[in-house]
């Protein structure tokens, strides 16, 4: 049984630091990239970041690229989204994903979701 499960969500000013976290078990095998999506109630799920567990390379949605990285620790089988510079627009709830290959942008040929953990930003 595939889990992944996400911490480190809550509430920041603007400006402040957040750091999120996403421990998978039960993957099939290391196939799988990783990524961070976001959601607004209301609106489609959006694309925040992801990395590829063998590869390590990164990408970024536009709206975060410079302030947000993603970082994976292979031993731990856990991803981060360490958030810098936190805008009253990052407020959603974070979903730790999972896909086999790369993380297709739009979000809807994701294997794995995690249950979500809110990140509030307050002006």
């Known amino acids: 049984q595939v889990q992944l499960v996400e911490s480190g969500g809550g509430l920041a000013q603007a400006g402040a630091s957040m750091r999120l976290s996403c421990t998978a078990s039960?993957?099939?095998?290391?196939?799988?990239?990783m990524g961070w999506f976001r959601q607004v109630p209301g609106n489609d799920y959006e694309f925040v970041a992801a990395?590829?567990?063998?590869?390590?390379?990164?990408y970024y949605a536009d709206a975060v690229k410079g302030r947000f990285t993603i970082s994976s620790d292979n031993a731990k089988n856990t991803v981060y989204l360490q958030m810098n510079s936190l805008k009253p627009e990052d407020t959603a709830v974070y979903y730790c994903?999972?896909?086999?290959?790369?993380?297709?942008?739009?979000?809807?040929?994701?294997?794995?979701w995690g249950q979500g953990t809110q990140v509030t930003v307050s002006s």
């Open positions: 990395i590829r567990w063998s590869a390590e390379s990164t």
């Open positions: 994903a999972a896909e086999r290959g790369i993380i297709r942008t739009l979000g809807r040929t994701i294997d794995y």
């Open positions: 039960g993957l099939p095998d290391s196939s799988y990239a």
